[in-house]
């Protein structure tokens, strides 16, 4: 099945994964099989009820929301009413959703209608609460889209395991959050073998060295690092990952509004909601946030 590529005006297949037509490979993450990119990642700035054909519009509204700062990105997203008028959102509890034409089925289940259109089919895939969580988020980090998960660690599992397969490398900072810490010098060796190099972030000569060319996958760090608060030289760090064809994971959990990784060059942009983003220690979930080829490129060469 092709879908549209909203950004290059290309016709791209859509499988489980993200398609890069520059590199010709998938990239990024899994999705649900039976919905497209355009279904499943949503613009933060995008209108829900849009027509079916692509809206030429929305690159110039990214590139405009990437280069605000996090505060002005947020009160400039859309704010989504109650179900009865309510000036806060409903939350919604349910886990499937009513479908009442046989055809409506059909055109869900075939990718055409999404949750960008308020189609739902399955609050695994998205549920109208957490699909304006992730738009928000988008918002915050000045990225293209945003998927929610059920914990910080879970976020940061996708994206290891996605973005690595067998026999990759990993270079990471030693200051890590120690559940990061031992996914990678535990669990991904043992059961992916995929193994991690972990150098002192602030020695820009060592991260450099210890990234090989053509076999490290992600370099990873934390902005500001937990518990240590070590600060990472973000702008820095990604023109040498650049260099290298190496993919940053900046783990931001103890910085929203205060940086913004992927304004500085990172790839993919990881958060623990249960921290900062959550205020009051009582939710345990995650999020990463994802950067298009296109708006990388202009915040790279503008």
Not at 20 to 46: G, I, W
Not at 135 to 162: D, F, H, K, P
Not at 203 to 208: G, K, P, R, S
Not at 221 to 232: C, D, K, Q, R
């Amino acid at each position: 099945m092709l879908k549209l590529d909203y950004y290059n005006k290309q016709e791209l297949s859509w499988h489980t994964s993200c398609y890069n037509s520059r590199e010709k490979k998938n990239f990024f993450f899994s999705t649900p099989p039976l919905q497209s990119m355009a279904d499943t990642y949503v613009l933060a700035t995008q209108k829900r009820n849009r027509s079916d054909e692509p809206d030429g519009g929305d690159s110039k509204k990214l590139m405009l929301h990437a280069e605000a700062d996090p505060a002005a990105a947020l009160a400039s997203a859309r704010h989504e009413f109650g179900e009865h008028g309510g000036v806060n959102m409903s939350i919604e509890a349910s886990a499937t959703f009513t479908v009442m034409e046989p055809e409506t089925m059909r055109r869900m289940f075939t990718g055409e209608l999404g949750p960008d259109r308020d189609f739902f089919i399955y609050s695994r895939h998205f549920n109208p609460t957490v699909l304006n969580l992730s738009r928000l988020m988008a918002a915050l980090e000045g990225t293209e889209a945003a998927y929610c998960t059920a914990s910080g660690m879970s976020a940061i599992s996708v994206v290891l395991m996605q973005l690595c397969s067998q026999g990759d490398h990993v270079v990471a900072s030693r200051t890590l959050y120690g559940g990061t810490h031992a996914l990678l010098s535990h669990f991904l060796p043992r059961t992916c073998g995929t193994t991690t190099s972990f150098v002192e972030v602030t020695d820009l000569a060592m991260v450099d060295e210890a990234m090989v060319e053509g076999k490290t996958k992600v370099l990873y760090f934390e902005s500001i690092s937990n518990p240590t608060l070590t600060v990472a030289n973000i702008p820095e760090l990604c023109r040498m990952a650049r260099r290298k064809g190496v993919t940053v994971v900046v783990d931001n959990t103890f910085a929203p509004m205060v940086l913004s990784p992927a304004r500085l060059g990172a790839d993919v942009v990881v958060h623990s909601i249960s921290k900062f983003i959550s205020g009051g220690a009582d939710i345990i979930a995650g999020i990463f946030v994802v950067l298009p080829f296109s708006l990388r490129f202009f915040l790279i060469h503008h």
